[in-house]
């Protein structure tokens, strides 16, 4: 019972609507004591041995999910999404992103506990749909797979969310349209605006859009990691002030980026220290 009113109360501090055009800054809330559940142990690791998880390999996108009024399709502009790895799983819920321990039982038993959840604001639409995917999320105990799809069932096995497999996008030779611009004081930030950026890597060659002037730069790939040289850019005067803003933050994350992540389509670059410095999705 406490660990649901702990779930609950995350993820209705996460839900709070603002009107479009308002800055949210993005700040991760992830409760203490998260383990690692369905990883391996240190006894295993020992040991040498493997375990195989059905769940690990693919990243999912949800297609629909369960309501009072049945199963509801997911709003086409802010897709939730879901991966597995050993240690945890992670996704977005279309507006935020969510960090949660699991645990595999049995066959097909699965376990989902302790969600952490960023606090950027959410249009109505998105918040409503954020809070059913999170509330459903709690309720998971069992998984299944149909065809090319990922099912997941409550404890009476009654289907709760869908998900389709998602194939992986590259870096490069991807348009990223800007999700998120950290504003240097901590916070990723986002604004009317902010869909106006945009960036494509191709071939070595960085070009891009601050939403007001053009971008160039030279980059190198090795792994994940992304090494960006100097960024030039045309000198357009921007009549709007807060495009000025988020030309001067973008520019200035574009030179703390050292690695890059993607993960159901959407790209994260982030620094050394691994923080987030901007947010991207493919358009």
């Known amino acids: 019972m406490q660990k649901k009113l702990l779930f609950i109360l995350i993820l209705l501090q996460g839900c709070s609507a603002t009107p479009n055009g308002n ?5 991760l809330i992830e409760p ?27 990243q999912w996108q949800l297609v629909s999910y369960f309501t009072e009024q049945g199963m509801q399709a997911t709003l086409l502009d802010n897709p939730v999404s879901i991966e597995f790895s050993w240690q945890k799983i992670s996704g977005s819920t279309g507006c935020n ?62 289907v709760r969310l869908i998900y389709q497999n998602l194939p ?27 869909g106006q950026a945009s960036l494509q890597f191709i071939d070595g060659e960085l070009h891009g859009n601050s939403g007001c002037n053009a971008l160039t730069a030279s980059y190198q790939i090795n792994a994940g990691e992304l090494t960006i040289g100097p960024v030039s850019s045309t000198r357009k005067f921007c009549p709007e002030n807060d495009l000025m803003v988020q030309e001067k933050q973008l520019l200035q994350a574009l030179t703390q980026v050292t690695h890059y992540q993607i993960r159901a389509q959407k790209l994260r670059l982030v620094n050394a220290n691994g923080s987030l410095m901007l947010s991207l999705k493919q358009p």
Not at 35 to 41: L, N, Q, Y
Not at 170 to 177: A, I, K
Request: with cysteine; net charge negative.
């Open 23 to 27: 800055t949210a800054a993005e700040k």
């Open 32 to 58: 203490p004591n998260i383990r690692s559940a369905g990883a391996m142990s240190d006894k295993d690791i020992e040991e040498g041995k493997s375990m195989y998880n059905p769940l690990s390999e693919d």
């Open 97 to 158: 992103r969510y960090f949660a321990s699991y645990q595999l039982m049995g066959e097909d038993g699965v376990k989902i506990s302790h969600s952490g959840l960023t606090m950027m604001a959410c249009p109505e639409k998105v918040a409503a749909q954020e809070h059913q995917y999170l509330k459903n999320l709690a309720d998971i105990n069992f998984y299944q797979f149909e065809d090319d799809k990922l099912q997941l069932l409550d404890v009476q096995r009654q």
């Open 168 to 194: 992986p996008l590259s870096l490069e030779h991807t348009v990223w349209q800007m999700t998120g611009i950290n504003n240097g004081a901590g916070g990723v930030v986002s604004s009317m605006q902010t």
